[in-house]
C-alpha cells in the first residue's frame, strides 16, 4: 500500500543544534515534495519545495534534500531556535492529476 | 486584505444540525480544498475543487457536501452533524500554476464542536 511517513511525532532539541526531519515514502513516485510548517491553533504554511531532479535545495537557515531511491525527504533547521518549535509536515505531489498527500508531521521543539 | 479567509473560527453545534463552514479566497486560485485535522490522523481530505462546478471526493467526504457556484468561494455544508465530525477544519486553495498539486495555501481554521 501506498505510504508517507514522517520520522517521529515529536523531536525535542536543544537551541543551536542541527534540526533532521525525515519523510519516507514507499510505492509513490513523486514529481516533487513540498514541506511546510504549522504552528499551534493556525494552518500549514508553505516553506520549500524540492523537485524529484533536484538533491538539495536551501532557503535561510532551512535545507531539504531529496533521495528518490531511498525514497526519502530530509529537512533540516540549522542553529535552531525556540521560534522554530512547530509542526512539520511533508507532503507529495504523486502525479496523475491527484491532490498532494500530507504527512502526519513531526512537532519539533527546540530547547532553550 | 488578500488571501483566505474562512468563518467562522469556532463552532459549536448539536448532533443533527447542519452546519455550513465558509471559505473565500481573493486569489483567483483555481483549485479550492478542505481538509479535516485530527490528533493521530493529521489531515485528511475531504473535497477539493478544480474550479466552479467542479468539485471531487477526497479521502474521507462521506456526510460533507460541498459547491462551488463562484471561483472564489467554497463552503462545506455538514447536513446532519455527528459527533465524530467534531474536528479542525482547514480550506486550502493552490496556485500559481494550474496543478492539482501545487502549493497549497490554507486558511486559519474552523474549530468545530458537535454537542
Known amino acids: 500500500s501506498q505510504k508517507i511517513e514522517q520520522n517521529s511525532e515529536a523531536l525535542n532539541i536543544q537551541e543551536g543544534k542541527t534540526a533532521t526531519l525525515t519523510c519516507n515514502y514507499t510505492?509513490?513516485?513523486?514529481?516533487?515534495l513540498q514541506w511546510y510548517r504549522q504552528d499551534p491553533g493556525r494552518g500549514p504554511v508553505f516553506l520549500l519545495l524540492i523537485r524529484e531532479n533536484e538533491k538539495e535545495k536551501r532557503k535561510e537557515r532551512l535545507k531539504v534534500t531529496f533521495d528518490t531511491t531511498l525514497k526519502q525527504s530530509l529537512f533540516h533547521i540549522t542553529a535552531s531556535q525556540p521560534a522554530d518549535s512547530a509542526t512539520y509536515l511533508c507532503a507529495l505531489d504523486i502525479k496523475g492529476n491527484t491532490p498532494l498527500v500530507f504527512g502526519k508531521g513531526t512537532r519539533l521543539s527546540v530547547i532553550a | 486584505d488578500a488571501g483566505i479567509t474562512q468563518s467562522p473560527r469556532y463552532k459549536i453545534t448539536e448532533t443533527g444540525r447542519q452546519v455550513t463552514l465558509m471559505c473565500h479566497q481573493t486569489?483567483?486560485?483555481?483549485?479550492m480544498f478542505w481538509y479535516r485535522q485530527d490528533l493521530g490522523h493529521g489531515l485528511r481530505l475531504i473535497y477539493y475543487s478544480a474550479a466552479a462546478d467542479i468539485t471531487d471526493k477526497g479521502e474521507v467526504p462521506d456526510g460533507y457536501v460541498v459547491s462551488r457556484s463562484k471561483t472564489e468561494n467554497f463552503p462545506l455544508t455538514l447536513e446532519s452533524a455527528t459527533r465524530s465530525q467534531t474536528s479542525v477544519y482547514f480550506c486550502?486553495?493552490?496556485?500559481?500554476?494550474?496543478?492539482?498539486?501545487?502549493?497549497?495555501?490554507f486558511g486559519p481554521g474552523t474549530r468545530l464542536t458537535v454537542l
Open positions: 486569489w483567483s486560485h483555481s483549485y
Open positions: 510505492n509513490y513516485s513523486p514529481a516533487y
Open positions: 486550502a486553495s493552490s496556485g500559481p500554476g494550474t496543478s492539482v498539486a501545487d502549493t497549497q495555501y
